[in-house]
């Protein structure tokens, strides 16, 4: 059974635009919830994280959102750019570094 | 500061056969946890060691197990490979496992083929 359910499986943005990726759990136990971004051949990259006390979190281009009523959360990409182009996965924790991932997006930024 | 590193990058194996990978973490971190990526199942979590003890374990038959050392070093070992082993598997280390959420760090991952 999938622990966190992740959507869209791919994107394709304009470069320029925002990227909206959303993943949704079940177990409330969950205190954790980081984003990871992987490139062909290379071991994902944390991006950003945010924990259930805050509905929201900005590094940058890079937004969280948390909804912890829907047991929801996304990761919205401001300004899309072709070097974005990557795999991102959400994940969460509820102790340790034992994660459970979401399926993977893959986004492609177009010029 | 060099990353997680992992050994080798890439291996081929055939059925019936075991293999043992390797991670070295970042200098200082001491909690280390291995996962396997495959397209289908997508990132699943294999174990999890801190200061030698595991602490944690995913839903893998026995064939799959790891140990680490006490320069915080880890291994995992296959044993008995069936084809459907052949994924990455990936190695992340942390500074250590409190609540605190030490960011974990991935090497690049052993990609495992089983003939």
């Known amino acids: 059974q999938q622990q966190v359910k992740q959507s869209p499986q791919s994107l394709i943005v304009q470069k320029g635009g925002i990227s909206i990726i959303n993943c949704a759990y079940e177990n409330t136990a969950f205190d954790y919830f980081p984003w990871y971004q992987q490139f062909p051949g290379k071991g994902p990259a944390l991006l950003i994280a945010?924990?259930?006390?805050?509905s929201e979190k900005k590094e940058g281009r890079f937004t969280i959102s948390f909804n912890k009523s829907a047991k929801q959360f996304s990761l919205h990409i401001m300004d899309s750019q072709p070097g974005d182009s990557a795999t991102y996965f959400c994940?969460?924790?509820?102790?340790?570094?034992?994660?459970?991932f979401g399926t993977g997006t893959s986004l492609t930024v177009i010029p | 500061k060099a990353g997680v590193t992992q050994t080798p990058r890439y291996l081929i194996k055939t059925r019936g056969q075991q293999v043992t990978l390797s991670c070295s973490p970042i200098s200082g971190h001491r909690s280390v946890s291995w996962y396997q990526q495959t397209p289908g199942q997508g990132l699943q979590f294999l174990f999890e060691y801190f200061s030698e003890t595991q602490r944690n374990k995913g839903n893998f038959p026995g064939r799959f197990s790891g140990r680490q050392f006490s320069n915080s070093r880890s291994e995992m070992n296959v044993s008995t490979l069936e084809l459907g082993d052949s994924a990455l598997y990936l190695c992340?280390?942390?500074?250590?496992?409190?609540?605190?959420?030490?960011?974990?760090?991935f090497g690049q991952g052993t990609r495992l083929t089983v003939v």
């Open positions: 992340a280390s942390s500074l250590s496992i409190t609540s605190a959420r030490d960011e974990a760090f």
């Open positions: 945010i924990r259930p006390d805050v």
């Open positions: 994940a969460a924790s509820s102790g340790g570094n034992q994660f459970y």
